[in-house]
């Protein structure tokens, strides 16, 4: 479980964040969206236990995010891969290891593979399409076998197809594994296909307008996005989003 008790985060005459509230229960996927600015990565650095809150307070199953970060239950993953270019696919996986240790780990190779990268793992990077340095950059997240992961934008650089079949894959993965997930994205349709739960931001200081249920069943595969069940969540989810930037604006 993750607990935002209160949370705020002021960066010099900067206020990023205002009274953040939010309990996330185990296995929930739960996305952040709002307008640029509004704190959401810094939600995520607060989570992982990068960044300091200025008040309140965030727990992780009940310790700190700095705990939570050493005892390794934490994966993280942000928009632009952090992959060494000097490295293979394989290789690059491998290095998280290095850093958490290989006790409880899943196997870079099968995780590879089980991510449509078999035929990849002696590729560098730059040998490797965006989508695909984005799934090993994911990889590398969870091979630790986190509980918890935390996604900034994970997609945001990919075009709108790729994205959907990453997030279709992603959902997969996911569904057999059960983290617990938050998910930040500038996309109404990828928040609502993804998600058990959206919060919808305001404008800096980012504060929670609103905190919507998703209430369609699981599994929800590509053809879903046409679904008028589907189109009414994301109709739901966009006007929040819109009613959150006009309070702020
Ligand atoms: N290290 C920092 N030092 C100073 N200001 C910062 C720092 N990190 C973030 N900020 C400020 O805090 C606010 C929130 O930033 P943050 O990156 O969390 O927004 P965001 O919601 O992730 O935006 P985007 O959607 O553009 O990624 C911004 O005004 C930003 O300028
Ligand atoms: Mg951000």
Not at 163 to 189: D, P
Not at 198 to 209: E, F, H, K, M, Q
Not at 214 to 223: E, F, M, T, V
């Amino acid at each position: 479980m993750i607990e935002f008790s209160q949370v705020s985060k002021q960066f010099g005459d900067v206020e990023a964040l205002e009274e953040v509230s939010l309990t996330i229960q185990d296995g929930e996927f739960v996305t952040l969206i709002g307008p640029s600015g509004c704190g959401k990565t810094t939600m995520l650095r607060i989570a992982a236990g990068l960044e300091a809150p200025s008040g309140g307070r965030v727990l992780v199953n009940g310790d700190t995010p700095e705990n939570a970060c050493s005892q390794h239950q934490i994966g993280v993953a942000f928009q632009r891969p952090a992959l060494l270019a000097s490295r293979t696919a394989l290789k690059n996986v491998r290095m998280t290891l290095e850093i958490t240790g290989r006790e409880g780990a899943l196997s870079p190779d099968e995780l590879l593979t089980d991510f449509g990268l078999g035929d990849f793992h002696h590729h560098y990077p730059h040998q490797l399409s965006g989508g695909m340095q984005q799934r090993v950059n994911i990889a590398a997240a969870l091979v630790h076998n986190p509980a918890i992961l935390l996604l900034d934008e994970p997609f945001g650089a990919l075009d709108e197809l790729t994205r959907e079949s990453m997030g279709e894959w992603l959902g997969g993965v996911l569904n057999r594994s059960s983290k617990t997930v938050i998910f930040v994205t500038h996309s109404v349709e990828e928040a609502t296909i993804l998600s058990d739960r959206v919060v919808v931001l305001s404008a800096r200081p980012g504060r929670i307008a609103e905190v919507i249920e998703i209430g369609l069943p699981r599994p929800r595969s590509k053809a879903f996005r046409t679904d008028e069940n589907f189109l009414r969540e994301v109709a739901r989810v966009r006007s929040s989003l819109y009613q959150a930037v006009e309070l702020s604006a």
